[in-house]
């Protein structure tokens, strides 16, 4: 059983930055695929990114790309969001997923077995 804890949520301004952490537990972290999803009030979760086990490839939601970027530190079991050029509109909570096919790169909900209990970001503007 591996389990997800997002933290590093919070409430800051728009144009601010912020780091988002998901630390893992399990010897067999380190070869998940890893994605972060996203869910505003009264909207569906959606994808925001997710990479390969190793960050050998990752993709990105379009409204992300540039400002986002995940990264992972197989030493540590964490995976980290850093978003900059934050928007009201990126305002939600925050999920880490995991899936054991490390090499799986997939913005589809259903393809990640394990997931966290979420972090609130708030944007205001």
């Known amino acids: 059983q591996v389990q997800l804890v997002e933290s590093g949520g919070g409430l800051v301004q728009s144009g601010d930055s912020l780091r988002l952490s998901c630390a893992g537990s399990g010897r067999t972290f380190s070869s998940y695929a890893m994605g972060w999803f996203r869910q505003a009030p009264g909207k569906e979760r959606e994808f925001v990114t997710a990479m390969t086990w190793n960050g050998g490839r990752t993709l990105y939601a379009d409204s992300v790309k540039g400002r986002f970027t995940i990264s992972k530190d197989n030493s540590k079991n964490t995976v980290y969001l850093r978003m900059s050029s934050l928007k009201p509109e990126d305002t939600a909570v925050y999920y880490c997923?995991?899936?054991?096919?490390?090499?799986?790169?997939?913005?589809?909900?259903?393809?990640?077995?394990?997931w966290g209990q979420g972090t609130q970001v708030t944007v205001s503007s």
């Open positions: 997923a995991a899936t054991t096919n490390g090499y799986l790169i997939t913005a589809v909900a259903g393809n990640y077995a394990y």
